[in-house]
């Protein structure tokens, strides 16, 4: 009901003497010991919630007759309930508070009886305290911000002095007139509100007769205290304004429907210009015949990505910010294909530049061993010259050469050393050299199916490090070399050791879509962004040696069957790749 507003100006002389009772309360005042509160007759402690700033307990009877009883035993112990001006936005509960303690209620069935309930007490710490009147009644209140709108029986004038001495106490400063001049050169301070500062925030106190005898408070930040609203990021491809008291939304920059709710601390007009600026610089029109009132807006957008519509409401101190933006599902699947092509675009240019590096590899490759035959004379009996090339010896004279190790990201220990080589020599000459380089390492020669031959040789080898395979063969007129090193313990560190006996697989997904990857009667799904950098731990499976085919398994795409053969202690990874379109399948171990 309109009512009017209490001229304030006369108890300013009185507002500065109550300002020297300002006290800082310490830390431990600030939030309740949950276990010292109250509990209804019959309450069961509950042993999992039983710290002080969080407790609980079951007691007789159903939700609504226990929330009932015990909010009137919390209010015969001094706490008063207030709302949450957002609730519907934030968490829910009941709330209270007691001088400058917060509290916060939640009730529930107890093991599914409905007779039986449980109560669970968390201690919420008040920012911004402010004071409440004992008979104050529809408290409005945000303990995070200085808002507070109640109404109490008591006279205006009993009313105001309540308010000097306890905003006082509670470290409330009164702002006068040139201090806010200084910080806002637009401030107006006028004879309805009473100004106060405490720390970085603002207040203005104002007091309204009510046609019915009482008394409403309202404080809230002034309007030329609210910062100015800025862009400060995006939810849902919407913009959202900061700062902001509380956001939602659903959907995605890519779905046809998306939804945007936005509790502003502002007033509606600057809300409202700030969406008008907002999505004019995204290419949003706005449509003639905005209707705009002084508790509410609604406007339309139209751009060639649908039409958006904003409705703003003043609610309390803030603006509630409803924004829906929906397209045309023919354009979301436009672009969604246009994205999927570029994706597949971007793997076939990858995939094109490796087989034109292969080439140009082999033919480097071709040219170095004719280079290499030309040059070498009788040679084939030579010792041969180690050098070191990632932890191996190589022989100094040969044609080509690869090598590589593989570590955990982050580590500078491999769990896995590779060399292959091409040697213009005889095998046996480049077996001695291995026997000879090898034992230098203190690498001992196993006998377990160990193959030399005239064209062949496999020798396995057990070194300090773990253990070694060496493979030697004939091509092209050359001894090709190709040693492996396993390191199990910076393997084991990296998670990619399997039990003894048994081979490891390791999956990823490189694709926006959940994937998965049959295999051994088994299923593996993976959601987006598996094992890459923002989710590097993907799902493993640890299986017997031997080969396997596995089925690739992508919505919307037809099922593929490929291969896979894995060694005894082998670790492989199969990451399935942008678009779902193939697998790559590498040893990693």
């Given at each position: 009901?309109?009512?009017?507003?209490?001229?304030?100006?006369?108890?300013?002389?009185?507002?500065?003497?109550?300002?020297?009772?300002?006290?800082?309360?310490?830390?431990?005042?600030?939030?309740?010991?949950?276990?010292?509160?109250?509990?209804?007759?019959?309450?069961?402690?509950?042993?999992s919630r039983a710290e002080s700033h969080s407790s609980g307990y079951s007691a007789?009877?159903?939700?609504?007759?226990?929330?009932?009883?015990?909010?009137?035993?919390?209010?015969?112990?001094?706490?008063?309930?207030?709302?949450?001006?957002?609730?519907?936005?934030?968490?829910?509960?009941?709330?209270?508070?007691?001088?400058?303690?917060?509290?916060?209620?939640?009730?529930?069935?107890?093991?599914?009886?409905?007779?039986?309930?449980?109560?669970?007490?968390?201690?919420?710490?008040?920012?911004?305290?402010?004071?409440?009147?004992?008979?104050?009644?529809?408290?409005?209140?945000?303990?995070?911000?200085?808002?507070?709108?109640?109404?109490?029986?008591?006279?205006?004038?009993?009313?105001?002095?309540?308010?000097?001495?306890?905003?006082?106490?509670?470290?409330?400063?009164?702002?006068?007139?040139?201090?806010?001049?200084?910080?806002?050169?637009?401030?107006?301070?006028?004879?309805?509100?009473?100004?106060?500062?405490?720390?970085?925030?603002?207040?203005?106190?104002?007091?309204?007769?009510?046609?019915?005898?009482?008394?409403?408070?309202?404080?809230?930040?002034?309007?030329?205290?609210?910062?100015?609203?800025?862009?400060?990021?995006?939810?849902?491809?919407?913009?959202?304004?900061?700062?902001?008291?509380?956001?939602?939304?659903?959907?995605?920059?890519?779905?046809?429907?998306?939804?945007?709710?936005?509790?502003?601390?502002?007033?509606?007009?600057?809300?409202?210009?700030?969406?008008?600026?907002?999505?004019?610089?995204?290419?949003?029109?706005?449509?003639?015949?905005?209707?705009?009132?002084?508790?509410?807006?609604?406007?339309?957008?139209?751009?060639?990505?649908?039409?958006?519509?904003?409705?703003?409401?003043?609610?309390?101190?803030?603006?509630?910010?409803?924004?829906?933006?929906?397209?045309?599902?023919?354009?979301?699947?436009?672009?969604?294909?246009?994205?999927?092509?570029?994706?597949?675009?971007?793997?076939?240019?990858?995939?094109?530049?490796?087989?034109?590096?292969?080439?140009?590899?082999?033919?480097?490759?071709?040219?170095?061993?004719?280079?290499?035959?030309?040059?070498?004379?009788?040679?084939?009996?030579?010792?041969?010259?180690?050098?070191?090339?990632?932890?191996?010896?190589?022989?100094?004279?040969?044609?080509?050469?690869?090598?590589?190790?593989?570590?955990?990201?982050?580590?500078?220990?491999?769990?896995?050393?590779?060399?292959?080589?091409?040697?213009?020599?005889?095998?046996?000459?480049?077996?001695?050299?291995?026997?000879?380089?090898?034992?230098?390492?203190?690498?001992?020669?196993?006998?377990?199916?160990?193959?030399?031959?005239?064209?062949?040789?496999?020798?396995?080898?057990?070194?300090?490090?773990?253990?070694?395979?060496?493979?030697?063969?004939?091509?092209?007129?050359?001894?090709?070399?190709?040693?492996?090193?396993?390191?199990?313990?910076?393997?084991?560190?990296?998670?990619?050791?399997?039990?003894?006996?048994?081979?490891?697989?390791?999956?990823?997904?490189?694709?926006?879509?959940?994937?998965?990857?049959?295999?051994?009667?088994?299923?593996?799904?993976?959601p987006p962004g598996t094992g890459g950098p923002k989710s590097p731990h993907g799902?493993?499976?640890?299986?017997?040696?031997?080969?396997?085919?596995?089925?690739?398994?992508?919505?919307?795409?037809?099922?593929?069957?490929?291969?896979?053969?894995?060694?005894?202690?082998?670790?492989?990874?199969?990451?399935?790749?942008?678009?779902?379109?193939?697998?790559?399948?590498?040893?990693?171990?």
């Open positions: 009901m309109p009512g009017i507003r209490v001229a304030v100006g006369v108890f300013l002389a009185a507002l500065v003497s109550a300002a020297s009772l300002a006290a800082s309360f310490p830390p431990d005042d600030a939030i309740v010991d949950t276990l010292s509160l109250p509990r209804l007759p019959g309450a069961v402690p509950d042993p007789p009877g159903s939700v609504v007759a226990v929330t009932a009883a015990t909010r009137q035993l919390l209010i015969s112990d001094g706490w008063q309930p207030y709302v949450d001006p957002l609730a519907d936005m934030r968490h829910g509960g009941m709330h209270f508070k007691k001088g400058i303690q917060g509290l916060i209620l939640s009730f529930t069935m107890a093991g599914g009886k409905a007779d039986q309930s449980s109560v669970h007490y968390i201690a919420e710490r008040v920012s911004m305290p402010l004071p409440f009147p004992a008979d104050a009644a529809n408290i409005v209140y945000d303990t995070g911000r200085p808002y507070l709108h109640l109404v109490t029986a008591g006279s205006p004038d009993a009313t105001l002095k309540f308010y000097i001495a306890e905003l006082a106490a509670m470290g409330w400063k009164p702002l006068s007139e040139a201090a806010a001049a200084a910080k806002w050169p637009n401030a107006k301070l006028d004879n309805v509100h009473i100004y106060y500062t405490r720390g970085r925030a603002t207040i203005q106190l104002a007091l309204e007769k009510r046609s019915d005898g009482t008394v409403g408070v309202d404080v809230r930040i002034p309007p030329f205290a609210q910062p100015a609203l800025q862009p400060k990021k995006e939810m849902a491809g919407l913009p959202v304004p900061e700062p902001n008291n509380a956001a939602q939304s659903s959907g995605s920059s890519d779905s046809i429907r998306r939804v945007l709710k936005v509790g502003v601390q502002a007033e509606l007009l600057p809300v409202l210009e700030f969406y008008r600026r907002e999505m004019a610089s995204r290419n949003w029109t706005e449509a003639p015949g905005a209707v705009v009132t002084a508790d509410e807006a609604a406007a339309t957008f139209t751009s060639s990505e649908g039409t958006a519509t904003l409705t703003l409401k003043t609610r309390y101190d803030s603006t509630i910010v409803s924004l829906i933006a929906e397209a045309p599902r023919a354009l979301v699947e436009a672009k969604l294909k246009a994205k999927r092509e570029a994706e597949e675009k971007y793997v076939r240019d990858i995939m094109e530049r490796q087989r034109a590096e292969l080439a140009a590899l082999k033919a480097k490759q071709a040219a170095e061993e004719n280079a290499a035959r030309i040059a070498k004379a009788k040679a084939a009996g030579d010792d041969l010259e180690p050098e070191e090339t990632s932890g191996l010896p190589v022989p100094k004279k040969h044609t080509l050469s690869s090598n590589g190790t593989t570590a955990d990201q982050g580590s500078q220990t491999p769990f896995r050393r590779d060399l292959m080589a091409s040697v213009p020599a005889n095998l046996n000459v480049v077996l001695a050299f291995y026997r000879r380089e090898l034992g230098k390492r203190q690498w001992q020669e196993l006998p377990q199916g160990a193959v030399v031959q005239a064209d062949k040789v496999a020798l396995a080898f057990a070194a300090p490090d773990g253990p070694a395979m060496l493979k030697l063969g004939r091509a092209n007129g050359e001894t090709t070399v190709s040693l492996t090193q396993k390191i199990p313990a910076e393997a084991a560190k990296s998670g990619l050791l399997p039990a003894p006996g048994r081979a490891k697989l390791m999956f990823g997904n490189m694709g926006d879509t959940e994937a998965a990857i049959v295999i051994n009667a088994r299923t593996v799904k993976m799902p493993t499976l640890e299986l017997p040696p031997g080969k396997y085919k596995y089925v690739i398994k992508v919505a919307g795409l037809p099922d593929r069957i490929r291969e896979v053969t894995v060694g005894a202690n082998d670790a492989w990874g199969l990451m399935v790749g942008p678009g779902g379109d193939g697998v790559l399948a590498l040893q990693m171990y």
